[in-house]
């Protein structure tokens, strides 16, 4: 699948289909996620894989009553191993970049979740000193989301707003770019993308000749 459709396309899936997940998808998903880039390539994170239902019931009882979790037929913890940033990156290190290495792995899993046909959503709301004792996750290390995956069944899209509002040049808030003419942004992104996909397939005519 185009990247593109993969990040504009995937959603947050909170119904699912009575459908198990063969291992080999789970595990393209998290190989994925480690794929990920971190601070000094120090790839401080670890997967809990969640599948029996006794445990998968005993976990969505710790997150403040989001009970469309017991349908997800797999939940993947996934901890911050806070040491091993620390060790090399201090404070900045444990306040910043650890949680930002975890951030960018879960990205990679949600978007290869996408690609592969599942659904996902990023669950940030749960008790972790209950979550740490009930799985004998180690003092160090912090679950820092639940990953609910499953076959999705529907489909309640979110908006997005406009580039434009995301966007400065220069300094904080400076919306005007005077060498160029660049609101709204979103157009000459199309535009630009629009000259450049005619570009290679240009390309690809000529050497394929
Ligand atoms: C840090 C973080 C925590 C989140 N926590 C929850 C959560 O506890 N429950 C939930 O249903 N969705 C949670 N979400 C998912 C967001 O609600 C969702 O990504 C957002 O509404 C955008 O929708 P989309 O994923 O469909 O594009 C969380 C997302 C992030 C990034």
Redesign the pocket.
């Known amino acids: 699948m185009e990247l593109d459709k993969v990040i504009k396309e995937r959603?947050?899936v909170?119904r699912f289909k009575k459908l198990e997940i063969p291992w080999y998808i789970v595990s393209e998903c998290l190989e994925a996620a480690t794929y990920a880039p971190s601070s000094g390539n120090v790839q401080n994170w670890h997967f809990i894989v969640i599948k029996e239902k006794e445990n998968r019931e005993k976990i969505v009882k710790l997150c403040e009553e989001?009970y469309w979790m017991l349908n997800a037929p797999v939940l993947i913890i996934v901890c911050n191993v806070l040491t091993k940033v620390r060790r090399l990156f201090d404070v900045r290190g444990e306040a910043l970049y650890a949680v930002q290495n975890c951030a960018a792995a879960i990205e990679n899993l949600l978007l290869k979740a996408y690609e592969l046909g599942l659904g996902s959503?990023?669950?940030?709301?749960f008790n972790e000193t209950e979550l740490k004792e009930m799985l004998n996750i180690p003092g160090d290390i912090r679950p820092q989301?639940i990953i609910a995956l499953g076959y999705g069944q529907d489909f309640e899209k979110?908006t997005r707003e406009p580039l434009d509002n995301f966007v400065s040049f220069e300094e904080y808030g400076k919306r005007e770019d005077k060498s160029r003419n660049t609101f709204p942004i979103s157009e000459t992104l199309k535009k630009n993308i629009d000259t450049l996909k005619y570009k290679l397939g240009k390309n690809d005519k000529e050497n394929k000749k």
């Open positions: 959603y947050s909170r989001q959503t990023w669950i940030g709301a989301a979110t």
